[in-house]
């Protein structure tokens, strides 16, 4: 087979190589069972083991305390974007909103659209290429919660430190951030996640809730999308989506034996530090779209060349060696690079080295 070229790939992205080997021989056959995991029952023994198994490994890995339920739902974050307001949102009571770009703006209009919702602090008058001050920011009266985005895969900034909200549950987007540094779970009402970027596949949703605001939660809306409803029925409502979880259960495993989160922290942190270093030691050639450092991405590194067509020129070069999928967002354009937990660190150490290459000779 040729060379696997570095997958810099914004979502679905990089699976680590055991990963996909493993997942790749399951689909012919589970070692245990001698069938694929394609065509095995959600109800069989083997599957309740494989899910079990799952969040049992994200819940040591997140240290996800028993006062939180681990969910695997399906509409992926989108779907969640819709699924806080209808199980939170009742009449005479609002949801804040923080935003801090396209992906956390949507999700307020989708609360919108469902109850009351309203930006707390937006960055959006900066471009969204710096995360807004929330220190003014003050809660209207009837606030039941309070949504972030933990890391902003389009814009590529990233809240170091998570802001809280006192008593209000904190419900945080980490769809693009999920697993790759420690965070405090007790401190969140929600959690949710795509799993596409640091945690598996397309096709699964992971979503950490507190029980007991859980309880509190809207029984008048459709069962399937009570969150109460998939916790009784240990994500078994409906159909799960078998596969995902399987290859997620697979990632958590692979993240493990990595170290654990805290551990892949550090790796993503000297992975970032070489793309921001490239970048602000190019004599003004590449230029951070984000300038301060405590709001820089350590997953979505962007940035831009002198014209759109050395962005261009920049791309496609970087894919002849290899370097795949570095085009930035058409909201934003330049530059992206997306280091996911699974890109390993020499593959951003050859991007570092193209980049010097590349500013040689442009
Ligand atoms: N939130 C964030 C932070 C994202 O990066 C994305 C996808 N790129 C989404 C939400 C939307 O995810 P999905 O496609 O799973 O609905």
New binding site residues.
């Given amino acids: 087979m040729a060379q696997r070229p570095v997958n810099f790939s914004?979502?679905p992205s990089i699976l680590a190589q055991p990963v996909l080997e493993e997942a790749s021989r399951a689909v012919v056959a589970l070692e245990d069972v001698g069938l694929s995991i394609l065509e095995i029952s959600h109800r069989s023994p083997a599957f309740d083991k494989i899910l079990n198994t799952a969040r049992d490994t994200i819940r040591r890995l997140m240290g996800v305390p028993d006062t939180h339920d681990i969910l695997f739902l399906q509409g992926?974050?989108?779907?969640q974007f819709a699924q806080v307001p209808l199980n939170f949102l009742a009449p005479g009571t609002k949801g804040a909103y923080v935003d801090t770009g396209a992906?956390s703006s949507y999700a307020l209009d989708e609360a919108d659209v469902l109850g009351e919702a309203y930006a707390l602090a937006s960055s959006k008058e900066a471009g969204y290429g710096a995360l807004p001050d929330l220190s003014s920011a003050a809660l209207d009266e009837g606030t039941v919660y309070v949504h972030t985005?933990s890391?902003?895969?389009i814009y590529g900034t990233q809240w170091r430190t998570l802001p809280g909200f006192g008593d209000v549950p904190h419900v945080c987007?980490m769809?693009?951030d999920i697993m790759s540094r420690p965070v405090d779970v007790s401190k969140f009402g929600l959690i949710y996640a795509?799993a596409?970027?640091n945690a598996g596949p397309a096709g699964v949703?992971l979503a950490i809730i507190d029980k007991a605001w859980m309880s509190r939660g809207r029984d008048d809306i459709p069962s399937i999308w009570q969150y109460r409803v998939q916790a009784n029925k240990g994500s078994t409502y409906n159909t799960p989506p078998v596969f995902a979880i399987y290859v997620v259960g697979l990632v958590a495993k692979w993240l493990e034996a990595q170290g654990g989160v805290a551990a892949i922290a550090e790796v993503n942190e000297k992975k970032a530090q070489l793309l921001y270093d490239a970048i602000d030691t190019s004599g003004g050639f590449y230029q951070a779209t984000v300038a301060e450092d405590a709001h820089r991405s350590r997953m979505n590194v962007t940035w831009r060349l002198p014209s759109a067509d050395l962005d261009k020129a920049f791309v496609a070069r970087a894919a002849e060696i290899g370097l795949a999928s570095l085009k930035g967002h058409r909201k934003v354009g330049g530059i992206r690079a997306s280091i996911y937990n699974a890109l390993p660190l020499e593959g951003v150490e050859r991007l570092a080295a193209f980049m010097k290459k590349f500013r040689a000779t442009h």
């Fill in positions: 914004p979502g992926g974050a989108r779907g992906w985005t890391n902003n895969t987007d769809s693009s795509g596409q970027k949703t």
